[in-house]
């Protein structure tokens, strides 16, 4: 089965901290994705990343980038953390089927900006 | 613009009472329609998809193109089935899925 991983389960930082959240799955998959899941919101779209150094901006990329070095691992980065940052950020790996992929993922990172 | 809205935020029902999670579209081209579900502590996992036209723990689907729709709907509900449902929706022209903002089912015993 996919295993997607993501480092942390609870992270607690401070307003205007450079904050680091990992994401490595197991399966080759070309896709991988960064949402973030508010009560209420559902989940939005940060970043994607759909091949090693690509990228492309989702929703709501404000406040955010990302990084892919390589296949297995995509890294969410605040540069600047704030109140308003605080949530439940999943990230998420498919493989690309032209819009019909089922997508696979991690537990997620609850994330607080004190 | 691609937007998916599930007008209920919290649906509770009796168990073995019907249960239908409603779920609407906006897209202009062919669309590609999903069910996640995330059971308490579990990671948000797949649980049907319209172009597989399949049942999955007694939950189906049906893609409505003219009232752009994609209702869940169960005949019996089951405690097991509490859940947060979430809608999605795929297109060729995005990459990426877009989420509605989810549904919290209640099966009270």
């Known amino acids: 089965d996919v295993k997607v991983t993501q480092s942390s389960r609870y992270l607690v930082k401070r307003t205007g901290e450079k904050v680091f959240l990992e994401c490595v799955q197991d399966m080759d998959h070309e896709n991988m994705f960064w949402y973030r899941q508010d009560p209420g919101l559902g989940l939005r779209l940060i970043y994607f990343?759909?091949?090693?150094?690509?990228?492309e901006k989702g929703d709501i990329p404000e406040g955010y980038s990302v990084s892919r070095e390589k296949k297995e691992r995509f890294s969410l980065i605040l540069e600047s953390a704030s109140t308003n940052q605080t949530s439940m950020y999943l990230c998420?790996?498919?493989?690309?089927?032209?819009?019909?992929?089922?997508?696979?993922f991690g537990s997620g990172t609850q994330l607080s900006v004190l | 613009a691609q937007r998916v809205t599930q007008p209920e935020k919290l649906l509770s029902v009796f168990k073995g009472a019907p249960v239908e999670l409603k779920c609407n579209y906006s897209y202009s081209g062919s669309p590609e329609l999903f069910w996640y579900v995330q059971y308490s502590r579990q990671r948000l996992q797949l649980l049907l998809r319209h172009i597989s036209r399949e049942s999955i723990k007694g939950f189906t689907a049906d893609l409505n193109k003219g009232e752009t729709s994609f209702h869940l709907k169960k005949p019996f509900a089951q405690e097991e089935d509490s859940a947060m449902y979430y809608c999605?929706?795929?297109?060729?022209?995005?990459?990426?899925?877009?989420f509605g903002s989810g549904t919290r089912l209640q099966v009270q015993p």
């Open positions: 998420a790996s498919s493989v690309p089927t032209g819009g019909n992929e089922k997508l696979f």
């Open positions: 999605a929706l795929g297109s060729t022209g995005r990459r990426a899925l877009t």
């Open positions: 990343s759909y091949d090693v150094k690509m990228k």
